[in-house]
């Protein structure tokens, strides 16, 4: 069953007609060359930006037409976000951090949402940084906290916009362990990455060039046996891309 629909999706000059679903559960990535349209399709269909034309259908649920206030009712509710730039209040310490988009929505249930991240924290491995500032932990520590703060509200589906683009390798490899747990448990990923690595960590691959999708990759679901496989299974087909 897809979770989400794209059809006919346009932004101005930068996406061209861009269709295609996600299924429930399902781990996918967005490649293609710097300027062609990755992070402008991401924004477009999470309602983060208004596109020109076209639908999306989150569930039974077309959001590319609803005004700005419910669109942003449904990223707060059934959306999550991890971006390359992790955007954490430097005032809050990490456990506050996580459970800010809850408690600020909802102050009458905040004891449950601070349970909740505990819960993630604890996941994540990062359950003893709770009490500590953003300042003190290190890249990827605090990148698999933006993952907990992304799931707080139990969200369907998670955009995730170059989410180890700023990591070395080390911490790339333990935020993408992160987001192989919650993708285990249910949750589906939408991810724009230039890592051939990362994106081999996905059930899937489009490739997007001059804001039209040129080339889909089916790679099934992750074993980590085969994880050096599936990265050169993707180079090799990026190759042919024109990568």
């Not at 955007?87 to 310490?93: A, Q, T, V």
């Not at 707080?152 to 390798?169: H, M, Q, S, V």
Request: proline share 2%.
């Amino acid at each position: 069953m897809s979770i989400l629909k794209v059809k006919d999706l346009k932004k101005d000059s930068i996406l061209k007609g861009v269709s295609f679903e996600i299924k429930e559960g399902e781990m996918i990535a967005i490649m293609g060359p710097s300027g062609s349209g990755k992070s402008t399709l991401l924004y477009n269909v999470s309602g983060m930006d208004q596109a020109s034309s076209g639908e999306v259908y989150l569930g039974a649920t077309e959001i590319a037409g609803l005004g700005e206030d419910d669109k942003a009712h449904i990223r707060l509710r059934r959306m999550g976000f991890v971006f390359q730039m992790m955007n954490m209040l430097s005032d809050l310490n990490i456990i506050d951090n996580i459970a800010f988009p809850a408690v600020h929505s909802d102050k009458k249930n905040q004891k449950a949402y601070y349970e909740r991240a505990k819960l993630l924290m604890d996941k994540m491995n990062i359950g003893d940084l709770a009490q500590r500032s953003i300042k003190e932990v290190s890249g990827g520590q605090l990148q698999r906290a933006c993952i907990c703060r992304s799931m707080i509200l139990k969200p369907e589906i998670i955009f995730a916009d170059e989410p180890t683009g700023a990591l070395n390798r080390a911490a790339a490899a333990e935020v993408m362990d992160a987001f192989m747990e919650i993708n285990r448990d249910g949750t589906t990923i939408m991810m724009v990455t230039h890592d051939a690595g990362v994106a081999g960590m996905c059930e899937r691959i489009l490739y997007l060039l001059d804001g039209e999708i040129r080339g889909e990759l089916a790679l099934g679901k992750y074993k980590e046996a085969e994880g050096r496989e599936r990265e050169q299974r993707t180079m090799k087909w990026l190759s042919a891309m024109g990568w």
